[in-house]
């Protein structure tokens, strides 16, 4: 205080003030006045900042304290396969094909036995039956050379049954993709109708191409 007072007082003659006594005290109270108006607003601000301190470390503790978050794994939706209409209408065209080549209903012959069937039915059941389990006592034969070809056939090579097998299983054929991969996935995933139409499809080949089977040349 008393060197703000000299400090205001400096330069000033003797005769400039009447009452040098009560020109001090009042200079050194207004310089009273303003340090404790800055030490107020010092003091305001350092409460203020360590109010926001004491905020920080507690919303701290409070996220430190609170549990994580739940992860919910994301659900994966498996591919559905089907029979679709448009197989099934395929397989119609097909059979009634393969009927016009063997001769009608009446006992047609098996292309690699030359076994007669009671029906066309009955001969492609054999045949899917050979396909899809493989060789047994009853279809050993068949299942040799049927399976043989299967492997041999690239679906590639059947256009309608090619875009059908996109429909019914998407995502699961190639251009590398064999009948007998096919027939693997539609009896997997319980596919009857692609079975039967992949069934029909390879019997209608032989019987145009009379191909030899690549196990027995």
Known sequence: LFRSAAESTKGKDLDEVGNWPAYALTLMRKSARHMGDRERREEKKKDAKEETSAKGEAEAEARAASPAPEVVPEVVKPQVFMDTDAVKAHRDVLFKEMLER????????????????ESSAELVAYFKKALAEGTTPETRVVAQHATGLAREKQLSTF?????????????????????????????????????????????????????????TG
């Open 102 to 117: 063997c001769g009608g209903e009446e006992k047609p012959a098996c292309p690699f036995t030359k076994r007669h069937f």
């Open 159 to 215: 256009e309608d049954l090619q875009a059908l097998c996109q429909g019914s299983c998407p995502g699961s054929f190639t251009d590398e993709t064999t009948l007998s991969d096919v027939v693997r996935v539609a009896k997997e995933s319980s596919l009857a109708a692609l079975l039967e139409t992949v069934t029909l499809a390879l019997i209608l080949d032989l019987l145009d191409n009379q191909v030899m089977c690549p196990v």
